[in-house]
């Protein structure tokens, strides 16, 4: 976790929104990467802390989606279901863990992210 000097609210909303971004997924296909690499990409040049929380945050949404798949794969064999269920609780979990920290100024590192986009 980093914590960043004199951010404003406005900065610290920005970092909560690309996190809590990542919930439209459960609405759109792929929606979990597109919402925060969206605001990601609007804001990034211009508030240091919401590149880096975003960067967490999509190097995250990727590794869950690779997660996601493996769990596919291992429905055939039946504990893929539940590994499923598991993968959704952790990854709503986290999230909402990494929004409330965003809004106190600390980027969240994600566990179990693979860093697809170096921080």
């Not at 798949?69 to 598991?86: A, R, S, V």
């Amino acid at each position: 976790m980093t914590e960043y000097e004199e951010l404003s609210r406005d900065d610290k909303n920005m970092a909560v929104a690309v996190h809590l971004a990542s919930f439209s997924g459960y609405l759109i296909p792929l929606g979990s990467i597109l919402g925060p690499l969206i605001v990601w990409l609007m804001k990034r040049d211009e508030i240091a802390f919401v590149d880096q929380c975003g960067r967490n945050c999509l190097n995250f949404k990727i590794s869950i989606v690779v997660y996601a798949l493996i769990c596919m794969i291992l429905m055939f064999i039946g504990i893929g279901f539940f590994l499923f269920g598991i993968l959704a609780i952790f990854d709503i979990v986290v999230t909402i863990i990494a929004a409330m920290k965003a809004s106190e100024g600390i980027c969240y590192r994600y566990p179990m992210a693979i860093s697809f986009f170096k921080s």
